[in-house]
């Protein structure tokens, strides 16, 4: 315990004089008491107290000033607090970007909310945590590394709401590839930080793979241990597949032989199946509580703690010096 006000001490030192004064007042009335003799012809007519009230009570007051000077002395212990320390996390977003993410039966369309999604990660972002971005139509690219200011992918979605025509296919095995590439390249040039840091994927897309190449890669990814978290995005209604676009405008759609335009559908089939062989989650990417739910469960509930840190916190210990101060008061005055 230690006090950062001595100052106050030298109030101390009034104490010992103002004991003095009350033992003087005490004396004096056992004095008194002593002329009177016996005393019990006294009861009759008034309240007689017990002849060590007086010296109780002194105790008491004494008592109660010491505590409060040791009070404004503003006494304080130090205790070690233990806090758990997250792991840090290498996360990458694996973001589909074919032609029917770019319907229009989400707001303000499927690839617009994907990114959305993104932006929700990147606020609840730890320090410690890095972000990648790649995206994927029949093929993958990496646009951003894995970094720890993620504000950069920001850049690259002004990029992508700029396309005019997006390349047709939708390739989840070469996302899971090129996302595990990623990695192996960041622990090429980082071995001892990449051991000690937790890799997760998270693959958004309206579920519409037309390749059917992701058995592999994804056995690949089991093997590492790698939890692929998925957002399916789309409506079970559909929409219209745009193939071109100017200025966000839709100028021709994806059509049949006959003409009809091709409606696409949410597909969630091979994403829950994506998720669940890695023992991670799939959500639905419209529902705003499903997405809330993974923040936490990516972020928070499902990131394994790394171990603990003993931090010095210094506690004010003037509250009960106070209160034990007060009930001394208290005591001295009814007792």
Not at 62 to 91: C, F, K, N, Q, W
Not at 264 to 273: G, I, L, P
Request: hydrophobic share 45%; aromatic share 12%.
């Amino acid at each position: 315990m230690e006090f950062t006000r001595q100052e106050y001490f030298w109030l101390i030192w009034v104490i010992p004089f103002l004991v003095l004064l009350w033992g003087l007042g005490v004396w004096h009335q056992w004095r008194m008491r002593g002329r009177f003799g016996n005393l019990a012809n006294l009861e009759q007519i008034s309240r007689i107290s017990w002849s060590g009230r007086g010296l109780v009570r002194g105790l008491l007051f004494s008592g109660s000033l010491l505590l409060m000077v040791l009070a404004l002395a503003y006494p304080r212990t130090i205790v070690r607090e233990l806090r758990p320390v997250p792991t840090p996390t290498d996360l990458v977003f694996m973001l589909d970007i074919s032609p029917s993410m770019f319907a229009r039966d989400n707001d303000p369309t499927r690839l617009g909310r994907a990114q959305q999604i993104i932006q929700k990660f990147i606020l609840l972002k730890q320090p410690q945590d890095r972000y990648a971005l790649l995206t994927f139509n029949y093929t993958s690219v990496v646009l951003s590394y894995l970094t720890s200011d993620p504000q950069t992918i920001l850049v690259y979605f002004d990029y992508l709401n700029q396309t005019e025509e997006p390349e047709a296919g939708s390739n989840m095995g070469s996302a899971m590839t090129s996302a595990m590439r990623l990695i192996d390249t960041d622990t090429q040039m980082n071995p001892e930080l990449s051991e000690k840091r937790r890799r997760v994927f998270v693959l958004i897309s309206d579920g519409d793979d037309n390749i059917g190449e992701w058995a592999a890669p994804l056995r690949e990814v089991q093997r590492r241990e790698i939890k692929v978290y998925t957002f399916g995005l789309g409506s079970a209604s559909g929409a219209y597949v745009p193939l071109q676009l100017s200025r966000g405008q839709v100028v021709k759609y994806l059509t049949r032989e006959g003409g009809a335009r091709i409606v696409s559908q949410a597909q969630a089939q091979t994403m829950r199946e994506i998720a669940d062989r890695t023992g991670a989650i799939f959500y639905r990417g419209e529902d705003e509580r499903q997405v809330d739910r993974a923040l936490d469960d990516i972020l928070v509930q499902g990131r394994p703690v790394a171990g603990y840190q003993a931090n010095p916190v210094r506690q004010d210990l003037y509250e009960y010096f106070l209160m034990a101060a007060f009930a001394c008061l208290i005591l001295g005055i009814f007792l």
